[in-house]
């Protein structure tokens, strides 16, 4: 079975420039999570999709990320502006179906804004 | 709000021994609870988890223990191997929230040595 996928793997941008994350989730897996990781913390949660419709964004800051799942499939994270503290890894993951589930995590995007 | 703690940043432990990885938190309406696992550049994968209605969850070489009134759990590797080195993360989620957001602690980073 394939793993979650992600694209690139690295990134360096200078701020206030644009950036666009993509992620594949394993196949049949309904529920996708983007997460944020920054050095020495653990995973925080941006973005819940269920299906193509988001479920809980409630940490994901509006005015410069943004993310869709169109079709229910893969999924974009984009920033606009890109800000110094936005230097972290972004983690994709999927699950089967909501709830309290393992979550498959992908090998993440590395982004380091100058 | 940090809800998840993982106070110990860093665990060295001798190859054979134990290794005991502690997390607690804060949130009361946490019941489940998880443990993954991540190797650099890796995404973290799934351990083990436990649910609020158990005290202990075996799985192999890992033990998680749960303390409900304590609000806190611990990791148990026996015996550790060169192969358990790499960060572990604690994880809680409310089944109250039905689409499982998880919670992560910032990691603890695990060497063991030969």
């Known amino acids: 079975e394939a793993g979650v996928a992600q694209s690139p793997r690295y990134k360096i941008i200078e701020k206030r420039q644009s950036v666009a994350f993509w992620c594949n989730p394993i196949?049949?897996?309904?529920?996708l999570y983007w997460y944020q990781q920054i050095l020495g913390q653990g995973p925080k949660l941006l973005i819940q999709?269920?299906?193509?419709?988001?479920?809980?964004d409630s940490q994901l800051p509006k005015d410069r990320f943004s993310a869709e799942r169109l079709k229910g499939v893969d999924s974009t994270l984009k920033i606009q502006p890109a800000k110094l503290e936005d230097s972290a890894v972004y983690l994709c993951?999927?699950?089967?179906?909501?709830?309290?589930?393992?979550?498959?995590f992908g090998p993440g995007t590395r982004l380091t804004v100058t | 709000d940090q809800q998840v703690k993982q106070n110990s940043p860093s665990l060295s432990v001798q190859e054979g021994r134990i290794s005991i990885l502690n997390c607690d938190y804060t949130?009361?309406?946490?019941?489940?609870f998880l443990w993954y696992k991540k190797y650099p550049a890796e995404g973290p994968t799934f351990l083990i988890s436990?649910?609020?209605?158990?005290d202990k969850n075996e799985d192999g070489r890992f033990t998680v223990f749960l303390n409900k009134s304590a609000k806190h759990l611990s990791l148990h590797i026996v015996p550790s191997q060169p192969g358990d080195s790499a960060v572990y993360f604690c994880?809680?989620?409310?089944?109250?929230?039905?689409?499982?957001?998880?919670?992560f602690g910032a990691g603890t980073q695990v060497v063991v040595t030969p």
């Open positions: 993951a999927s699950s089967f179906i909501r709830g309290i589930y393992e979550q498959y």
């Open positions: 196949s049949g897996h309904a529920t």
């Open positions: 999709f269920q299906n193509n419709g988001v479920v809980d």
């Open positions: 949130n009361s309406m946490f019941d489940y």
């Open positions: 436990i649910s609020s209605i158990k």
């Open positions: 994880a809680a989620s409310a089944r109250t929230d039905s689409w499982g957001k998880l919670q």
